[in-house]
């Protein structure tokens, strides 16, 4: 149901409630995150210059492994969609530039090609850019022990404490601090 053929959109646009699928959402053996379930609910409208108008909601859980404890976690996401699309001409020329400046109007466009605007793809563009940089299980994680690899967030680890530094210069520091005395 995430394919759309354009030229069926009927006058008063398509409604579409659907349940989300890795394989759908182009996500299929995608190693920084897998899709869990959700749901895309959104209105899709045609306009007369064949524009195409998708509006609504997307929810979707999201399974993670946390940067700190490496523990894997699940993500909720829920987010607007509000998106505008043309039609690719097949007199466009590619930009073929490494470097080119963006419009405001390529930022809140993309492109379908011929008569199929694929959603899986846009959900997939809107998955990566609703997940965090930063992926942590919680705010407060305390993360592995750098000496003995204890989940300091499940046990407390016997590295003496002067030892366990959050600066990876601690080490050296030490070193500098031994040879001046």
């Not at 694929?118 to 994680?141: F, H, K, N, T």
Request: contains cysteine; proline residues 5%; glycine residues 8%.
């Amino acid at each position: 149901m995430l394919l759309i053929n354009v030229s069926k959109i009927p006058p008063e646009g398509l409604s579409i409630d659907t349940p989300l699928n890795p394989g759908e959402v182009h996500l299929d053996g995608e190693e920084g995150f897998a899709l869990e379930g959700g749901t895309l609910r959104c209105h899709v409208e045609r306009g007369d210059d064949d524009t195409v108008h998708v509006r609504g909601r997307l929810q979707a859980q999201v399974a993670l492994s946390c940067g700190r404890c490496l523990e894997g976690f699940t993500l909720a996401l829920d987010q607007e969609v509000d998106l505008f699309y043309l039609p690719h001409e097949a007199g466009q020329e590619q930009e073929e530039e490494d470097e080119v400046e963006l419009s405001d109007r390529d930022v809140v466009v993309a492109y379908y090609e011929g008569d199929r605007l694929d959603l899986g793809d846009v959900i997939r563009e809107q998955l990566y850019l609703a997940v965090p940089l930063s992926r942590l299980c919680r705010e407060d994680c305390l993360g592995l022990c750098p000496h003995c690899g204890v989940n300091r967030n499940q046990q407390a680890c016997s590295c003496p404490t002067e030892e366990v530094s959050l600066s990876p210069f601690a080490s050296l520091r030490k070193k500098l601090d031994g040879s001046e005395s």
